[in-house]
């Protein structure tokens, strides 16, 4: 029992490499995106996600945690501002991103749970990251 505990240690403090050894920093990293959904404005940045990266292109499949902006009409009123996690699909070229996201309104005493689709323009910040 010992000689596995002292394998399973010395493997998870060994250091290794893939075909660099070279490690890098960033002080920032992600999307931001701001757009319309559901008659309302939403403002997101890419959480947990599944990516993949083709030459200045990258193709982000994920959850949204987002803060969204709706004026509520009826009477007791929701906040202006809630947050609120979404899902979708994010384009990003160079520094430019689109966005289609997806986010679910909970049924009311009046409405039915549904899902609505918005589409959103952002900047990916990690470009600015990149030395020239």
């Known amino acids: 029992m010992k000689k596995i505990l002292f394998f399973m240690l010395s493997i998870y403090t060994t250091s290794t490499f893939a075909q660099e ?8 990293d ?8 559901d008659n309302g404005a939403f403002l ?13 292109s990258k193709f982000i499949l ?6 969204r902006f709706k004026e509520d ?11 609120n996690l979404g899902i979708g699909f994010t384009y990003s070229y160079k ?12 049924k009311t005493a009046t ?12 900047l990916r910040l990690n470009e600015f990251n990149k030395k020239k």
């Open 21 to 28: 050894d070279k490690v890098s920093f960033t002080l920032y």
């Open 30 to 37: 992600g999307i931001f995106i701001g757009g319309y959904v």
């Open 44 to 56: 997101n940045f890419t959480g947990p996600n599944i990516n993949s990266t083709y030459k200045n």
């Open 62 to 67: 994920g959850m949204l945690p987002s803060l």
């Open 73 to 83: 009409i009826g009477t007791p009123k929701n906040a202006f501002v809630t947050p």
């Open 95 to 106: 520094m430019w991103a689109v966005q289609l996201p997806l986010y679910y309104n909970a």
């Open 111 to 122: 409405q039915n749970g549904q899902w609505h689709i918005g589409l959103g323009i952002g």
